[in-house]
């Protein structure tokens, strides 16, 4: 496994580039299995580039950027069993040179949920993401379903800007009584760790609710937010339809549940995806090739 710090570096993936089916898995670091479960679905498209880069641009102000968990020696240590060929590890200032340079507007998919109450977040998303598909010049990137707006945020920028590289998203990794893992996950203390759990709790008792056949996003959300009344407050709650995270007013077709909440100090996301039509209520992805227009 090689570790590249510097941009210049990027030159010794020349031949595996070659090879073709560079799969390209970016993350801020703090792996937990979630991260190493990409990874692992990577290792099946061809050789492996991971990055570890914690984003400034796409950190408001007064979020958690500075006291974001970074701890590159353990990262390695959980890559290193794995087929991993790289590791792309760069400075800030390798990065970004300077205030007031070029940044890359992200399509109205940002809009909404996480992009409407993070201002700017997505643009620091898709800038940097631009950037590490040029730099890496990966053929495949694999990103995660828990964050299924930023899946389908990068997926309007491939198509809109024309970027050569085929998307995964991989499903959404959870510890066993349900809570998505997420390196978030770090700042709960007990308490609030147990109360964490309401979210994906949440998201299960919505999709009984379908499946026993209600289909009101009134109905529903309203169930949610009852369900959701262990965090501390939760900032939105929606049925959004897929792709174009327009708000559903009925589960029909392909539909996100999205969530975001408050537990403690932790900002918490998590969501459901499922296709609802004649034959009943199925989980389902946000990028399969053919589904997306
Ligand atoms: P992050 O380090 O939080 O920026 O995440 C890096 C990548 O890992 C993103 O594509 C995330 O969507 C993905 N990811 C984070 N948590 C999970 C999880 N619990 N299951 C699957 N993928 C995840």
Known sequence: ????????????????????????VPTMGALHEGHLDLVRRAAAEGPVVVSIFVNPT????????????????????????????????????????????????????ADCLCGAARPG??????????????????????????????????????????????????PTVREEDGLAMSSRNRYLDLGQRERAVCLSAALSAAGRRLEEGERSAERLLAAVRDDLAP??????????RVPDLQ????????????????????????????NVNDAGVRETGLLAPGENP
């Open 1 to 24: 496994m090689d570790l590249l710090l510097d941009p210049r570096d990027l030159d010794r993936l020349d031949t595996l580039r070659r090879g073709g089916g560079l799969t390209l």
């Open 58 to 109: 796409q950190f408001g102000p007064g979020e958690d950027f500075a006291a974001y968990p970074r701890d590159l020696e353990s990262d390695l240590a959980r890559l290193r069993p794995l087929e991993v060929a790289a590791v792309f590890a760069p400075a800030v200032g390798q990065m970004y040179a300077a205030e007031g340079g070029a940044r890359v507007r992200p399509g109205d998919r």
């Open 121 to 170: 977040h997505f643009d620091g998303v898709v800038t940097i993401v631009a950037k590490l598909f040029n730099l890496v010049r990966p053929d495949v990137a694999i990103f995660g379903r828990k964050d299924a707006q930023q899946c389908l945020v990068i997926d309007q920028m491939v198509r809109d800007l024309g970027f050569p590289v085929r998307l995964i998203d991989a």
């Open 231 to 240: 965090a501390d407050s939760v900032e939105y709650a929606e049925l959004c």
């Open 247 to 274: 708000p559903a007013e009925r589960a029909a077709g392909r539909v996100l549940l999205a969530l975001a909440a408050r537990v403690g100090p932790a900002r918490l996301i998590d969501n459901r995806i499922w």
